[in-house]
Structures are given as C-alpha cells and as structure tokens.
C-alpha cells in the first residue's frame, strides 16, 4: 500500500507524527459521533475510518521497525494478565488467537 502511493521514503519518525495527526482525527469523530460541537467547516472522518488510519500508520511504523505485531500483541496481553490497575479486579486472562 506505501509503495503504491509512494510513501516508502517516509521514516518512523515521519509516521509517528502522522499517527498523532490521526489520533486527533479520530477523537474529533469521536466527539461528533457523540454529538458534541466540533470546529464550524471541520471535515470530521467516520470513527471507523479514523481508527483505521490509526492502525495503517501503526502497520507502518512495525514495518519499519520490524516487529511482528501478532506476537507483540500476543506477548504484550502475557504481560498484561500479571498486571493490576487500582481500582479494578484481578484481570481476566484474554484469549489471543
């Protein structure tokens, strides 16, 4: 997909500060979505669309680094199941596929 709309020359950096960009984008369609004022003349995206711009830029950015995002995901939720947040009960371990 980057190569076909050129943006191979792109670096981590470049797509760290786009996947922010869209992490606004994505709270203002939030705040639309759920009926709340946004900037008068504002093109405001779908909540579905922003997120996935969102996980576009995050592939980017695993691409560049090499990462295998199943096998963060996978070990990052190991993690998660150890871990406690004040205020709530013992985790409940998640299936990851």
Same mark, same amino acid.
């Given at each position: 997909? =980057?190569? %076909?709309?050129?943006?191979? !020359?792109?670096?981590?950096? !470049?797509?760290?500060? @786009? /996947?922010?960009?869209?992490?606004? %984008? /994505?709270? @203002? ?7 709340? @004022?946004?900037? *008068? ?6 909540? !579905?669309? %922003?997120?996935? #711009?969102?996980? &576009?830029?995050?592939?980017? &950015?695993?691409?560049?680094? #090499? &990462?295998?995002? *199943? !096998?963060? &995901? @996978?070990?990052? %939720? *190991?993690?998660? =199941?150890?871990?406690?947040? +004040?205020? *709530?009960?013992? +985790?409940? $371990?998640?299936?990851? $596929?």
């Amino acid at each position: 997909m =980057e190569t %076909e709309r050129g943006f191979t !020359d792109r670096t981590v950096h !470049d797509q760290t500060w @786009r /996947l922010m960009e869209e992490a606004g %984008e /994505l709270a @203002r369609a939030v705040r639309k979505n759920n009926g709340q @004022r946004t900037l *008068t003349g504002e093109l405001v995206g779908s909540v !579905d669309e %922003e997120l996935v #711009d969102l996980l &576009i830029f995050a592939c980017s &950015i695993a691409n560049r680094l #090499d &990462i295998d995002l *199943t !096998d963060a &995901i @996978r070990a990052k %939720e *190991t993690l998660n =199941e150890t871990r406690t947040w +004040p205020g *709530t009960h013992q +985790p409940t $371990p998640v299936a990851v $596929p």
